[in-house]
C-alpha cells in the first residue's frame, strides 16, 4: 500500500521549494489572466517614421563612381565611390540611414526620445538629418577641438552640440543619455548591427549596403570589363562599413579581397591582425592628432558590440599608413581635382602600394581593379589636414612640413613613374619623424 501524503504538508513542502527558488515577494502565479487577449502600445508613430525612412532611401540615389588612372601603372584602374555626393555630404548618410532604421526596428527611438551619438563630425550631421526626418531631437556629443566647419554642417540639421574632451565622448554621451532618459545611438558598439550586408535581389525596398551598389553599377558600365573589384581599400572608424562590405563579399561568394588600410598609431590594426587590446587599453600607444575620424578606439580597448563594430574574420589584409604619408596624400588628391578627406589619403598610399605589389609579383590578364570609397569631403580639413601651418604645428613629431614635403613628392613620383610609395617614403622621409 502507498504512503499516503496529507494535503497539509504537501503544501508545505511546494512552499519551501519556492521559497528556495523565488525571491521574496515573487509569486509563482502567473502575471497576466489566462484566456485573455492583450495589445501592445500603439505602433502608429513607428510605422509612420519607417515609412519615413524608406521614401529617404528611395531619394538616395546612387552616388557616382569615378575611375582614377595614373601614368606610373596604366594597367590598374582605382575606382572610388563618392559619397560626397550624399545629401549631407558624407559616407555616414547611408550609414546614420541604417543606424536609425535598426533603432525604429528594435524599438529604441520612439516620439519622445531625445538621441545622443558620440562623433568627430561627420556621423553626428548625418544622424541629426534623420533625427529631424522623423521628428525627435538629437544632441552630438563632439571633441572640444572639432572644426568650425564640421560644427556648422552638424548644427544645419537641428542639432544641439555638447562639447567634451575628444577621449571622453563615448563615455560622456552614454552617461548624459542614461541621466536624459534618451537613447546613446552608440555607433561604435551597433554599426554591425545595423548595416546590412544582404542582397535584396528584385524586392523595390533596396539594399542599402554600398558594395550592394557599387556591383550594380560596375554592372551596367559596358566599358567596365572587371566587374568584380580585385580589392577594395578602407580604413575604419566604427568598422561597420568595412565589416558590412566583407560580410556581403563572403556571404555572396564575391572574389574581392578585403583590405583595411589602418592608421599609423591606431589601434585598430592590431587588434583585427593578432586580436590586442581587447583587454588592455593601448590609449597610451597613440599619437595625436591621428587622421581625423578613424582609426581610433573610444576607450583604448576593442570590445565588439561596446567599442568597436569591425569583424576581423572578414579581412584579408591588413596595412598601416604613416599619418604623414595620408595627410600629403590629401594635397595630391586635391591637385588632381579630387577634394577628399583624410581616409581618402589614407586610401590613396594603399592602393598606389597595393598596385605596385600586385603588378610586380602577381601578372594578369585583366586590368587590376581596386575600389574604394570617397567618404568626406576635403574641404571639411581646410583649416587641418590640408593647412601648412597647422601641419607644422600639430604634426611637428611625424616630421613636421620637411616630412610632409618629401612624401608629398614621393606620391607624385609613386603616380608619374610607378614604384611603391610606401616602401619609397619610409626610405627618404621618416628619418625626421617617431620611429
Request: glycine share 10%; aromatic share 10%; proline share 5%.
Amino acid at each position: 500500500m502507498e504512503p499516503r501524503v496529507s494535503l497539509r504538508l504537501l503544501a508545505g513542502l511546494l512552499g519551501i521549494v519556492v521559497a528556495q527558488h523565488f525571491p521574496s515577494g515573487f509569486s509563482p502565479e502567473p502575471l497576466l489572466a489566462g484566456g485573455r487577449t492583450f495589445f501592445m502600445a500603439d505602433d502608429s508613430w513607428r510605422r509612420d517614421a519607417i515609412a519615413k525612412m524608406w521614401l529617404e532611401r528611395r531619394s538616395m540615389v546612387y552616388t557616382p563612381l569615378f575611375k582614377f588612372n595614373y601614368p606610373g601603372n596604366p594597367s590598374v584602374d582605382l575606382i572610388f565611390k563618392n559619397e560626397t555626393a550624399s545629401k549631407t555630404d558624407t559616407l555616414k548618410h547611408r550609414y546614420a540611414w541604417a543606424l536609425m532604421m535598426w533603432a525604429l526596428v528594435e524599438g529604441n527611438v520612439g516620439p519622445n526620445t531625445t538621441v545622443f551619438e558620440a562623433s568627430s563630425g561627420n556621423t553626428a550631421a548625418s544622424l541629426a538629418y534623420m533625427c529631424r526626418l522623423v521628428g525627435v531631437p538629437f544632441i552630438a556629443v563632439v571633441p572640444n577641438t572639432l572644426e568650425d566647419t564640421k560644427l556648422g554642417h552638424i548644427t544645419q540639421y537641428g542639432a544641439k552640440i555638447k562639447k567634451v574632451d575628444n577621449l571622453l565622448r563615448w563615455t560622456e554621451a552614454g552617461r548624459i543619455a542614461q541621466e536624459a532618459n534618451g537613447f546613446f545611438m552608440n555607433q561604435f558598439g551597433n554599426a554591425d548591427k545595423a548595416e546590412e550586408f544582404h542582397e535584396s535581389g528584385n524586392f523595390p525596398l533596396e539594399s542599402v549596403n554600398v558594395f550592394h551598389e557599387f556591383l550594380a553599377q560596375l554592372s551596367a558600365d559596358s566599358n567596365q570589363a572587371v566587374k568584380h573589384p580585385h580589392f577594395f581599400v578602407m580604413p575604419v572608424g566604427t568598422g561597420g562599413t568595412l565589416s558590412s562590405v566583407g560580410k556581403y563579399v563572403k556571404k555572396y561568394g564575391v572574389p574581392t579581397q578585403l583590405v583595411f588600410a589602418d592608421t599609423q598609431y591606431s589601434l585598430m590594426g592590431d587588434y583585427a591582425l593578432m586580436g590586442r587590446f581587447v583587454n588592455e587599453s593601448g590609449e597610451h600607444l597613440v599619437i595625436a592628432p591621428g587622421m581625423a575620424g578613424i582609426g581610433t578606439l573610444p576607450t583604448g580597448r576593442a570590445v565588439k558590440g561596446e567599442t568597436t563594430s569591425l569583424d576581423r574574420g572578414v579581412l584579408d589584409r591588413v596595412m598601416k599608413i604613416p599619418d604623414m604619408a595620408s595627410t600629403a596624400a590629401m594635397a595630391v588628391l586635391q591637385r588632381f581635382g579630387i577634394d577628399g578627406g583624410t581616409s581618402s589619403g589614407v586610401n590613396l598610399v594603399a592602393m598606389l602600394s597595393l598596385a605596385a605589389q600586385e603588378t610586380s609579383s602577381n601578372p594578369r590578364n585583366d586590368r587590376l581593379t581596386i575600389a574604394t570609397l570617397l567618404a568626406d569631403p576635403g574641404h571639411f580639413y581646410a583649416a587641418s589636414y590640408l593647412n601648412r601651418t597647422w601641419i607644422s604645428e600639430k604634426m611637428s613629431r611625424h616630421g613636421g612640413l620637411t616630412a610632409y614635403d618629401c612624401w608629398t613628392q614621393v606620391i607624385m613620383s609613386a603616380l608619374e613613374l610607378g614604384g611603391d610609395p610606401l616602401m619609397m617614403g619610409l626610405e627618404r622621409c621618416q628619418s625626421a619623424a617617431l620611429p
